[in-house]
């Protein structure tokens, strides 16, 4: 049995995460949206949103890792990889790798092993497909965004729409997949396997 500790910003990524972990078999222990090293539950892996840690989560990293393995997830896999590396993480990925990537990264730190190349990238998300329903380009990136746990007022932002618009894209994207909140479309997002 795994034991898991998870900081992530978002709380819908947050539920996310500790639902595809809790459907592999890992034990989520505690599930936060701040860090406080000081008050760890015990766990073999720390799973840590850099976004989390407000500027300084080369520090968290350190600190954690002194007690647990530490996998840390980023908007971006490739940024300061060698400073979360150095700082005691044991491997850094990007949020929005699939759930099956995360998990297989878990159980490879959990185990001390080289975490397997999950081959995902973002654009993996933009392929999501279920009971034959597809995504326009639209709704495949507002899905993106809300994996990632974004609000819709920020995903409108980033995206040149309107909040409004980014509701009636959520809403249809959540009949489309049978989603009946966010943090099941987080769940499934995390959960993307790769399709045509």
């Not at 850094?92 to 297989?104: F, N």
């Not at 899905?143 to 609000?151: A, D, Q, V």
């Not at 618009?165 to 997002?189: C, F, M, P, S, W």
Request: proline letters at 2%; glycine letters at 8%; a positive charge.
């Amino acid at each position: 049995m795994i034991r898991t500790g998870i900081w992530a910003r978002s709380p819908v990524y947050l539920v996310g995460l500790v639902q595809v972990l809790n459907d592999a078999g890992i034990t989520v222990v505690a599930a936060k949206t701040t860090l406080d090293e000081r008050r760890l539950s015990p766990a073999d892996v720390f799973l840590i949103d850099a976004e989390a840690a407000s500027g300084d989560a080369l520090r968290y990293v350190t600190d954690v890792a002194a007690h647990a393995s530490v996998l840390v997830v980023n908007h971006e896999a490739s940024t300061q990889i060698t400073a979360y590396l150095m700082a005691g993480a044991s491997a850094v990925l990007g949020k929005w790798e699939s759930g099956d990537c995360i998990v297989k990264a878990v159980e490879a730190v959990a185990s001390r092993t080289a975490v397997p190349p999950c081959g995902c990238t973002a654009s993996d998300i933009e392929s999501t497909q279920r009971d034959g329903c597809h995504l326009s380009e639209r709704e495949r990136q507002v899905l993106r965004h809300i994996s990632r746990g974004l609000t819709h007022g920020q995903i409108a932002t980033r995206l040149g729409i309107s909040q409004h618009t980014v509701d009636t894209y959520v809403k249809r994207i959540r009949a489309k997949l049978g989603a009946g909140n966010k943090a099941e479309l987080t769940r499934l997002a995390l959960l993307n396997q790769r399709g045509g």
